[in-house]
């Protein structure tokens, strides 16, 4: 089929030097899907008759470490400090998937056929040479219908590579798709082998769902396929825990309200919605219902927040993401109170941490809408004011506008406990509200407070 794309040049210099050389060369996988639909890409990976030593007599600079015929060609893009690797694979043909993720085998083809049938889904197998697409398994048709198919026999595809499954409902979260009939049954009846698969490719592949544009539909893509309950199984459960009761605003069971919730928080940090999602996770354990029938979940922060530190540690999350996931579920049931200290506000800062505060306020945000409530109310309206000049107050001696040293120098004295005693003075009288934080004011008290010492003695 005839269709002419705008490449870059660092594209069509690939596929130009491969051409006049006599071999094939095409622009193969997610980069073409994007191509036709319009979609930024800088993920480009191509395919060619030649072999690796073909291949790098070519690009003298190009680089080949693996088994997989897979040569990296890297190239400037305008910017000679910051060189993109572009991959270009021989065609090949592959046998037996023992780990359910790699091939056992490789064989390199001359066909670009033999290429394309290995594939995962229809969308992602098409090629391009620069003027003709080549679609042998109608990804331009499903495109259109905006339909993930699989290529040939769905569990076929799903036991070679596990991890499809969880790209099948990666793609259509982030495009808008619908898994077809077909394919969809087949991730449901094989969505145990995902345990085969390392907890690194799953959590990423997780991130992925939520940072996408379709989140929420995502995860029900994985709850409906059976795939939640393998990788979430904390999560799974709070779809069969009902909130619904006597003195109680909540209309929806604790999963669903934590699908409202996500759909609605306005961050676009994966963390957060993953944290935004989770953040009811501590009430299937802490469920009561008294004799009223009034339902309770007391401390499922507390309860919630030991859960996420686990599913972190099963997912491999880093430490700063485990941190942040962790401390937004904990602290996510705060009150909203005009009569609130400031006190009271600066030990919730500490609690959730300055660097957080933002995320949790968008956390709030979903949970608000996600059980009925209005985006906000004058009370939190208040709330994030206050909270911004509590800030200004110093959190700890370090936020004062003098230091040790200036003690030191004024008292003429050396590091100890003296240096330590007049600035926890200073911290106090500053974060009483007696002086301000600012540099005269705080040197002036340090000489007077030599002064009283000295009187004193």
Known sequence: MKNKFKLSKEVSAIIVKMKKAGFDCYAVGGCVRDLVIGRPTNDWDFTTNATPDQIQK??????????????????????PYKKTVYEITTYRSEKGYSDFRHPDEIVFGQKLEEDLQRRDFTVNAMAYDGSEITDLFEGLKDLEKKIIRSVGKAPERFNEDALRMMRAVRLASELGFVIEEKTFQAITDNAKLINKISAERVREELLKILASAYPTEGIRLLRNSLLLAEILPELDKCFQVEQKSPKRH?????????????????SR????????????????????????????????????????????????????D????????????????????????????????????????HLRT????????????????????RLLEVQKQPFSVTDLKANGRD???????????????????????????????????????????????????
């Open 58 to 79: 070519l690009f003298p600079d190009s680089f080949y470490d693996n088994k997989f015929g897979t040569v990296g060609i890297p190239m400037d893009r305008d910017n």
């Open 269 to 320: 940090d994966p963390v957060v919605r993953l944290a935004t999602l989770l953040h009811d996770v501590g009430k299937p354990p802490t469920f009561r219902k008294t004799d009223e029938g009034v339902i309770t979940f007391y401390n499922h922060e507390i309860v919630g927040a030991s859960i996420v530190r686990n599913i972190a540690a099963r997912l491999h999350m880093s430490k700063k």
């Open 366 to 385: 979903g949970d608000r809408l996600g059980g009925g409530a209005r985006e906000t109310s004058w009370r939190l309206e208040l709330f994030k004011k």
């Open 250 to 266: 909540h209309t929806l069971d604790v999963g669903n309200h934590l699908l409202e919730s996500l759909k609605n928080t306005p």
């Open 407 to 457: 003690v030191m120098e004024i008292y003429n004295i050396g590091s100890g406990p003296m240096v330590g005693s007049v600035l926890n003075m200073l911290f106090n009288d500053v974060s009483e509200g007696k002086l301000p934080n600012t540099r005269e004011i705080l040197l002036k008290r340090i000489k007077d407070l030599k002064k009283e010492i000295t009187l004193k003695e």
């Open 322 to 361: 485990s941190e942040k996931l962790v401390r937004l579920v904990r602290f996510h049931q705060f009150t909203v109170d005009e009569r609130q200290t400031d006190s009271a506000l600066r030990r919730f800062i500490k609690n959730v941490g300055k660097e957080y505060l933002a995320d949790m306020l």
